[in-house]
């Protein structure tokens, strides 16, 4: 999540003096580029990696190119329960953090982590057992597995070399082959070399070559992974963003906030069913739209329900696709139904729009409803409880009449401007030498962190990267992420703010 999402500490920095913002919005391209290659040489005295020098290419000083940190490649790891699944993403990542237990159905969620392998590096996603003809939760389970699988660049398909082919092995291949994603095949639990035939009969299941490893012990771990390798492409297929194209803008909120009526109100007919029963919507609705003059590609998707874990059957499937939704959108249009008090569910479904990355403009529904005495309580919520996106254009709108739907249109445009933003690398560093001139960073430990040269590593969202001699308070970044938003604007659009702290090269 973006480090602009918790409290911003204004009491403890005061705003930025108008003087000094225009002055370093006024610094000139050769001024700047001067202040940057000065800053730049002095990181020759630091220990730089192969991550920091690529970081250090990608700075572009031109305000409008779009610039995208590379999206890793994702290997997915499927199975019938308990064939050992979430030991081998243990081994894999070198550490003991997916739980693993003698018994089927521990792992029940999708769960990504980083890994490393050969100084490359991939997502993993670890998923629960799949089985077919499953009902209540482990129906839940088996669809976390298929989404896992579409939005995966390649499947290892995990069997348990000891008991052999099942039958739900085969419904798993039969699965796997209809998604036309590559899959490589692994026995697991071949302990010694006694066991390879084992693992050789699983031939049987027409997949190739069965690799024959031992998650618990690590044996054939290793050249698995380099085969792996071979397989994942250098950057992501599936993760790739697109450009081009309509904008691509989804409708979130919870059940019946009105996400059906603002599709058919901005598509001019009635393109989706809208009905007083919440949870109408099941399957995300895509729809191009011209609205003020522009295309948008529009997504209605499913309300995101309160208690996601435990919703069984379509409703669940629904939830699921709309975070799928959200995914492939630019930017989120988060509808609020102001005729009710704000939830922690609105909370956490614009929580999920930060985490994603994505451009947010918050749309407050229902407003003809709205008497006096309800629009005070109203904007003390908002002051409350939205505090941390209050950089998010606002629209008080009526989905059912149209009121003031012409105002969404600028409010996008807005936040996806945000969003692609770039700011100079010269007007960045003479931002953050005024920031640290004039409030330096606390004594911790006795030392002072210093930050030695930043750069926008990326756009869409905006994503700084700050080379220092030591950690930065989540507070301090929270500060530097503030003058930002008071400088440049970036209404609309998370802020990324990260650290790499590097130490003086022994000489």
């Known amino acids: ?132 003809d499953a009902k209540g939760i ?77 998650a618990v012990h690590g044996r054939g771990v290793a050249d698995l992974l380099d085969h792996v390798l071979t397989i994942l492409p250098e950057i992501s297929t599936v993760a790739k963003e697109e450009v081009g194209g309509p904008r691509r803008v989804a409708i979130l909120g919870k059940p019946n906030v009105g996400k059906s009526s603002l599709l058919n109100k901005t598509a001019g007919e009635e393109r989706v069913v809208v009905n007083e029963m919440a949870g109408t919507t099941r399957d995300p609705v895509d729809e191009q739209i011209e609205l003020g003059g522009k295309f948008w590609r529009f997504v209605d998707t499913a309300g995101i329900r309160r208690r996601v874990n435990l919703t069984q059957g379509a409703d669940f499937y629904a939830t699921l696709r709309t975070s799928a939704a959200l995914e492939k959108a630019e930017v989120a249009v988060v509808v609020i139904d102001v005729s009710a008090p704000i939830t922690v569910q609105d909370l956490k479904i614009v929580d999920l729009v930060l985490e ?62 945000s969003w692609d933003t770039r700011i100079p690398t010269g007007k960045f560093n003479a931002l953050l030498a005024e920031l640290t001139q004039e409030h330096p960073h606390p004594v911790r430990g006795g030392k002072q962190p210093r930050i030695l040269f930043g750069t926008q590593a990326a756009s869409r969202p905006p994503t700084f990267v700050l080379f220092t001699t030591g950690f930065l308070d989540p507070q301090y970044r929270r500060f530097i992420t503030r003058r930002l938003r008071e400088i440049f604007g970036f209404e609309g659009s998370p802020i990324n703010v990260n650290m790499r702290v590097r130490e003086k090269r022994k000489r």
């Open 356 to 417: 994603s990355g994505r451009a947010l403009v918050l749309a407050y529904n229902k407003w003809d409803l709205l008497d006096d005495e309800r629009r005070v309580y109203l904007e003390r919520e908002i002051e409350q409880d939205l505090s941390h996106v209050a950089w998010a254009p606002r629209v008080n709108i009526s989905a059912k009449t149209g009121r003031h739907l012409e105002k969404l249109v600028p409010a996008l445009e807005l936040a996806l401007a």
């Open 1 to 132: 999540m973006a480090d602009d999402t918790a409290s911003t500490d204004k009491d403890d920095f005061p705003n930025i003096d108008e003087a000094l913002a225009e002055r370093i919005r006024g610094i000139d391209d050769e001024e700047g580029a001067q202040r940057a290659n000065a800053l730049r040489q002095g990181l020759s005295d630091y220990d730089l990696d192969d991550e920091d020098f690529g970081i250090l290419e990608l700075a572009n000083d031109d305000p409008d190119a779009i610039v995208y940190l590379p999206a890793l490649p994702v290997l997915a790891i499927v199975g019938r329960p308990n064939v050992g699944k979430s030991a081998l993403v243990n081994r894999i990542i070198g550490r003991r953090e997916a739980v693993v237990q003698d018994t089927p159905g521990v792992t029940r969620d999708r769960v990504n982590y980083k890994a490393e392998w050969a100084n490359r590096q991939f997502t993993i996603v670890d998923t629960g057992g799949w089985e077919p």
């Open 138 to 214: 482990n129906a839940s389970v088996a669809a976390q597995a298929e989404i896992a699988i579409d939005l995966a660049d390649a499947v290892l398909f995990v069997v348990d070399a000891t008991v052999g082919a099942t039958s739900t092995d085969e419904h798993v291949v039969r699965m796997l082959r209809a998604t036309k994603k590559p899959v490589i095949l692994v026995g697991n639990k071949v302990d010694d070399v006694h066991q390879e035939s084992d693992a050789a009969a699983l031939w049987s299941l027409g997949l190739g070559e069965p690799w024959a490893v031992s």
